[in-house]
C-alpha cells in the first residue's frame, strides 16, 4: 500500500503529516516554509509511494470558507497541475489548532514548546488526517 499524505496549509508555514504504509497510523512529519511546500512535496513523493493528499479545508462556524482559502485554491490547482495522477481532497479542518494546543498540554509539553507554531502545524496536519482515517473506516 501507499502513503496517504496530509497538509495543514498555511500563508507562512506548512504542516505536513503521513501515514505508515499500511494506512493505519497518522504521524506528523514536518512543518516546512509554504515557498518551499510545493519542492518539498515533489521530492517526497519521488521518494515515497503516495496515494493521495488530504488538505485542510478552512471554514468558519457557518461552514463558509476562511479567509486562507483564496491561498490554498491556487496552491490545489498547481498541485494538480503537476501531478494530474494524484487524488488530492479537502477536509474540514475546523478546530484542528484548538486540539492541537490541547494534545500538547495533554504530553505535557513545557510552555515554550506550546509556543512552537512550527509543531502546532505539524500536529494539526496529523490531526486532519487522522480525522480523515477515522471518516474512512466507517
Do not use: C, W
Not at 506528523?28 to 503516495?50: A, C, P, R, W
Not at 491556487?74 to 489548532?97: A, I, Q
Amino acid at each position: 500500500m501507499s502513503r496517504i499524505l496530509a497538509i495543514d496549509y498555511g500563508r507562512k508555514r506548512t504542516g505536513i503529516a503521513v501515514t505508515d504504509p499500511m494506512q493505519i497510523i497518522a504521524n506528523g512529519l514536518t512543518t516546512v516554509s509554504t515557498h518551499q511546500l510545493m519542492d518539498f512535496l515533489l521530492n517526497y513523493i519521488k521518494q515515497e509511494s503516495v496515494e493521495r493528499i488530504i488538505i485542510g479545508h478552512p471554514k468558519q462556524m457557518n461552514n463558509e470558507d476562511s479567509e486562507n482559502m483564496k491561498n490554498i485554491i491556487p496552491f490545489m490547482n498547481r498541485l494538480k497541475k503537476l501531478l494530474p495522477d494524484m487524488p488530492v481532497e479537502l477536509v474540514d479542518e475546523r478546530f484542528t489548532s484548538v486540539l492541537a494546543h490541547q494534545a500538547m498540554l495533554a504530553g505535557g509539553l513545557k510552555k515554550k514548546d506550546r509556543q512552537n507554531k512550527a509543531l502546532v502545524d505539524e500536529i494539526s496536519a496529523t490531526i486532519i488526517l487522522q480525522s480523515y482515517l477515522e471518516s474512512k473506516k466507517y
